[in-house]
């Protein structure tokens, strides 16, 4: 398996564009977490699913924010409209059932996003 | 209340030194800890988790209970284990997982 894949690496926009993040989780993976990470916050959890259910969204910063998980191999993450504080590294990270002893979170490279 | 602290966001020390990094936990359960690490501009990985009471790249973790602490050590610190830790808590609950992190520390180890 390739690992968790996200696509774009990097993302430059302008202020006001729709921005969407795609992220495809390790075939076989129940969970799928979205973090954004910033110098000021660190990771912070933005959203998880479980077997594409949305459990916590609680971490979703506002209603620009929303997540969707189609599929068991597809998540995407979109901001619109975007903003120049948005701006961080997007991490998309899978992990299998919870009855797996040995689980952990499995990361993607991450998508690294500017918005001018 | 789920929560993982990293009282240093920054940490020098020389090669050779030794280093610890530290981490406390707040979880009602019983605890999971791993810690990750970040090498510049790369993704998140695992480190070593608790659980396996391994050594990894020199590096241990103890899980303290009574201190609700799982600080890394390593007696010798590397230039190349110059990165971004963090340490993170496997929370359950009843709709499933969730991993917690912490806020992270940056470790330089200097020549």
């Known amino acids: 398996d390739a690992g968790v894949i996200q696509s774009p690496r990097h993302e430059v926009t302008e202020m006001g564009q729709e921005v969407t993040l795609r992220c495809k989780p390790i075939s076989g993976h129940d969970y799928l977490f979205w973090y954004r990470q910033t110098m000021m916050r660190g990771l912070e959890l933005l959203i998880y699913?479980?077997?594409?259910?949305?459990?916590?969204d609680s971490g979703m910063p506002e209603d620009r924010f929303s997540a969707k998980m189609p599929n068991a191999s597809f998540s995407t993450l979109k901001i619109q409209p975007s903003e120049p504080r948005d701006s961080a590294v997007y991490f998309c990270a899978s992990s299998p059932r919870t009855s797996d002893m040995n689980t952990e979170a499995f990361f993607g490279q991450g998508t690294r996003l500017t918005v001018v | 209340a789920q929560r993982v602290t990293q009282p240093e966001k920054l940490l020098s020390v020389f090669k050779g030194a030794p280093v610890e990094l530290k981490c406390n936990y707040s979880?009602?359960?019983?605890?999971?800890l791993f810690w990750y690490v970040q090498y510049s501009r790369q993704r998140l990985q695992l480190l070593l988790r608790?659980?396996s009471r391994e050594s990894i790249k020199g590096f241990t973790a103890d899980l303290n209970k009574g201190e609700t602490s799982f600080h890394l050590k390593k007696p010798f610190a590397q230039e190349e284990d110059s990165a971004m830790y963090y340490c993170a808590l496997r929370a359950l609950g009843n709709y499933g997982q969730n991993f917690v992190f912490g806020p992270g520390t940056r470790l330089s180890v200097l020549p």
């Open positions: 699913f479980n077997n594409n259910v949305p459990i916590d």
């Open positions: 979880y009602s359960g019983s605890p999971e």
């Open positions: 608790h659980i």
